[in-house]
Nanobody, 120 residues
Framework: QVQLVESGGGLVQAGGSLRLSCAAS????????MGWYRQAPGKQRELVAA???????NYEDSVKGRFTVFRDNAKKAVYLQMNALQPEDTGVYYC??????????????WGQGTQVTVSS
């Protein structure tokens, strides 16, 4: 079983910054992909940014140039630095991790979510 614990959400004014953190724990052999998704009220959950174990990353178009995803493999952690926040960035942000457990079992786990609210 894999647990993901997020922190760092909150209320910020437009133009401000926040950093989200997520740490994984459990009987993890390796983590291939770690990422951040968000869900705005009345909308589907969408991928914001993801990063592979080799450091390759990808971003949703609206956050390119403003958000940066990075990870610490030794700590099994992923971070999302969010700058120039806009009201449209408001939502619940979820951490996701995909990887391997012992005996070649895969996992695809989610954190509990952290609220990010950007006021105009």
């Amino acid at each position: 079983q894999v647990q993901l614990v997020e922190s760092g959400g909150g209320l910020v004014q437009a133009g401000g910054s926040l950093r989200l953190s997520c740490a994984a724990s459990g009987s993890i052999v390796s983590i291939n992909i770690m990422g951040w998704y968000r869900q705005a009220p009345g909308k589907q959950r969408e991928l914001v940014a993801a990063i592979a174990s080799d450091g390759t990353s990808n971003y949703e178009d609206s956050v390119k140039g403003r958000f940066t995803v990075f990870r610490d493999n030794a700590k099994k952690a992923v971070y999302l630095q969010m700058n120039a926040l806009q009201p449209e960035d408001t939502g619940v942000y979820y951490c996701n991790a995909k990887g391997l457990l012992p005996l070649f079992r895969g996992f695809d786990s989610w954190g509990q979510g952290t609220q990010v609210t950007v006021s105009s």
